[in-house]
Each structure stands twice: as structure tokens, then as C-alpha cells.
């Protein structure tokens, strides 16, 4: 049973882990943009920030409440904001340093949408 809940905790945590991976891949592609138009780009692009972000709240909430820590669910929900708020300001300074990208605090702000949206949801989820 120990050797259950052992691999049940890091699965949620590698997911965690694979999705900070992969957010970090694609900020390393320089000059990331669609065919669209730039003003449909550019929505597109915001809406991405959002949901990367978003997901990513969502999937630190899950692997911290799944590790049995004894923290309220509005700890959980806390820390999971702040994690994922660091890893978009650090994010935004990777693309620093990637040819074609730059750091944007407009970005964050639009990662911290998402981020917020998906805590608002987890929050009104868990006070059912």
C-alpha cells in the first residue's frame, strides 16, 4: 500500500514536472507564430499564455493536495498560485536570451489570468 501512494505521488508531480518542461520547450523556439493574421496571432497567443498557465496551477493544486500534506485546500490553492506565478516571471526571462522572443510583464499579467481563472474554479469547486 506504502509503494502505492508512493508512485501515485510522483506521477502527480512528473506531470507537474512535464508540463513545466514543456512550456519551458516552447518558449525556447525562437519567433513562435501561426499563419493567422497578427491581430488573430496575437489572441491566439494570449489565449495560449492563459491556458499554459492555467493548466499548469491546475496541475501543482492536484500534485500538492495528492501528496497527503495536511494543508487546507486553500493553502494548496495559494501555493499553487505562487508557483506557477514564479514560473512565469522566470519563464519571461528565459525568453530574454531566445533569439526572435522577448520578456514581457504584459505576459505574466496574461499568464496570471489564467492562473487566477483556474484557482477561482478550484476554489469555488472545493467549497461544494
Known sequence: MHNKNIKNVIGLWLAVFLWCAFI??????????????????F?????????????????FFRAYSGSKNNLSKRKSISLAIMFAFTYALTDEYHQLFVSGREGSLRDVFVDSLGIFFVAFLIYKKAKK
Not at 28 to 40: A, H, Q, R, T, V
Not at 43 to 59: D, P, W
Request: proline share 3%; glycine share 2%.
Open 24 to 41: 519551458y520547450f516552447l518558449s525556447s523556439i525562437p519567433s513562435l507564430k501561426s499563419d493567422f493574421s497578427s491581430e488573430i496571432d
Open 43 to 59: 489572441v491566439l497567443r494570449k489565449i495560449a499564455h492563459m491556458s499554459e498557465y492555467g493548466i499548469l496551477t491546475f496541475l
